[in-house]
C-alpha cells in the first residue's frame, strides 16, 4: 500500500502588516467590533503576486523535504486569486524552481482549495500516478477586495504556504477525508467583476464588489465542518480523544470555537493564527500547518484534524497521520524583496485605482449610451 506523506513545508508571509486601527482610518469601524466579532487584530498585505509568494513559499517547502525543484514531478496550485485566468498559475511555480518534468494545476474551491489540492495529490501519489507533489494554498485578496465595504474588508488578508508530498510505504500523510459542498447556498458567497460573466454588464474587470451573507455562511460552515469532521472520525475509527492537534479553516476565532466544541475537541488543540493574519482563504490551512510544526506542536505520530469550508459553500475535513520528522532537512533562502510602502499605503493605493477604474468605467459606459442614442 503506498500512502503520501507530508515531508516538506514552508509559509511566505507578506512583511505589511494592516492593523483594525488601519481599517478604522477609511471605515467605519473599529478595533473592539472587529476583536470581538471576530478574533482578529491584524493581517497581511502583500507587495509581490500570488505566483511570487508561491515560488518563495515552494522553495522552502522543497528545501526543507531535502530535495530539488526537479525532483518534483506534480505541482497542484490552491487559490481563488489568480494573478492571471490564463496560463495555470502552477506553471509559474514551476518554471521557477525548474520542475522541468512535473504536471501542473490549480485547483479553485476558495477558502478550501488548498485541502481540495491535498486530496488531488493525495489520490495521484497513491494511484502511482506521480512520485513527489508541490502543494500550494495561496492567496492574494487584496487587489479583489471591495475595500470600502467593512463586512468584508476587515475580515481577509493575503499570505502563503505550501507542502511536499512524497509516495512513503507508512500509514502517513491524509488518512481520510470528506469533501463536500452545498450547492444550494452558493449565493450567499460571490464576488463580482471577476469572470466572464460580468463582460458584458456595467462592470471592469477587476472592480470587484461582494456579495456576502455573513450570518448564513458562518450557519453553514460551523454545520458543515462539524459534520465533515465526525464523519472523517467514524471513517477512520477515531474519536475526538485520539486527536492531537486541529489546524482548522481561521474564518473567524467564534466559528472555530463552535467547531471544535460540537466536535469534541479542547479549544487548547487548535492551532490559531486568525488574530495575526485574519482569513486568507486557502493559505489558512498551510501557513497554520507550519507554524504548528514549526513552534513544536506538531510530534510523531500526531494525529491532525484539518476542517475547512469556503464560497461554493465547499466544506471538508481531513485528518493527517504525522511521519517521524518534524524538522526540516534543509533551509532556503528564498525571501520577499523589500518593499517602503506600508500595508495601509498598499491598500490606499488600490483604493485609488479602484476609484480610478471604476471612474473610467462610467465614463465608458456613459458614451457609449450617447453614441447608442445618437445612432438611434
Ligand atoms: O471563509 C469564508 C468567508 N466567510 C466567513 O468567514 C463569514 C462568516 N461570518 C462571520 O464571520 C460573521 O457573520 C461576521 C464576522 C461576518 C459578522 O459577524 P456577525 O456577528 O454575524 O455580525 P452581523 O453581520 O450580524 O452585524 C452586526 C452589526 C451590524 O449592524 P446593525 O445592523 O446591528 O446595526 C453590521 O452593520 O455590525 C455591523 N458591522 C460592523 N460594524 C463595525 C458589520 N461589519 C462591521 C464592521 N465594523 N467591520
Not at 52 to 80: F, P
Amino acid at each position: 500500500m503506498t500512502y503520501a506523506a507530508i515531508t516538506g513545508w514552508g509559509a511566505a508571509m507578506p512583511p505589511s502588516v494592516l492593523s483594525n486601527r488601519d481599517l478604522s482610518t477609511f471605515l467605519d469601524t473599529n478595533d473592539e467590533w472587529i476583536t470581538t466579532r471576530t478574533g482578529m487584530k491584524e493581517r497581511r498585505v502583500s507587495h509581490v503576486s500570488g505566483i511570487e509568494m508561491a515560488i518563495i513559499a515552494a522553495q522552502r517547502a522543497i528545501a526543507a523535504a531535502g530535495l530539488d525543484g526537479k525532483d518534483i514531478d506534480l505541482i497542484v496550485y490552491g487559490s481563488c486569486s489568480n494573478d492571471e485566468q490564463v496560463p495555470n498559475a502552477s506553471s509559474g511555480v514551476q518554471a521557477a524552481i525548474g520542475a522541468k518534468h512535473a504536471a501542473s494545476m490549480d485547483i479553485n474551491t476558495a477558502c478550501t482549495s488548498f485541502l481540495y489540492s491535498l486530496s488531488t495529490a493525495t489520490a495521484m501519489i497513491r494511484t502511482g500516478v506521480v512520485k513527489n507533489a508541490l502543494v500550494i494554498g495561496v492567496e492574494i485578496i487584496s487587489p479583489f477586495m471591495d475595500w470600502d465595504n467593512r463586512n468584508v474588508a476587515v475580515l481577509f488578508g493575503d499570505g502563503c504556504a505550501a507542502v511536499v508530498v512524497q509516495a512513503s510505504e507508512r500509514e502517513e500523510g491524509v488518512i481520510g477525508e470528506q469533501l463536500g459542498c452545498l450547492a444550494d447556498v452558493r449565493h450567499t458567497l460571490r464576488v463580482r467583476g471577476m469572470g466572464t460573466a460580468y463582460c458584458n454588464l456595467d462592470v471592469t474587470a477587476g472592480i470587484t464588489s461582494w456579495d456576502f451573507d455573513g450570518q448564513e455562511i458562518f450557519r453553514h460552515a460551523v454545520q458543515g465542518m462539524v459534520q465533515a469532521s465526525a464523519a472523517v472520525m467514524k471513517k477512520c475509527g477515531v474519536t475526538p480523544d485520539d486527536i492531537d492537534l486541529v489546524v482548522p479553516h481561521q474564518a473567524n476565532l467564534r466559528i472555530i470555537e463552535a467547531v471544535v466544541s460540537r466536535a469534541g475537541v479542547p479549544m487548547d488543540k487548535v492551532m490559531l493564527t486568525v488574530q495575526r493574519y485574519g482569513n486568507m482563504s486557502a493559505a489558512t490551512v498551510p501557513v497554520a500547518l507550519t507554524e504548528a510544526i514549526e513552534e513544536g506542536r506538531v510530534k510523531p505520530g500526531s494525529l491532525i484534524l484539518m476542517p475547512a469550508f469556503g464560497a461554493g459553500l465547499t466544506v471538508c475535513a481531513h485528518l493527517v497521520r504525522w511521519g517521524e520528522r518534524t524538522t526540516p532537512l534543509g533551509l532556503s533562502d528564498a525571501a520577499f524583496p523589500p518593499t517602503k510602502l506600508t500595508a495601509l499605503e498598499q491598500v490606499n493605493a488600490i483604493r485609488a485605482k479602484k476609484a480610478e477604474g471604476a471612474a473610467r468605467s462610467a465614463d465608458g459606459m456613459r458614451k457609449a449610451r450617447l453614441v447608442e442614442t445618437s445612432t438611434k
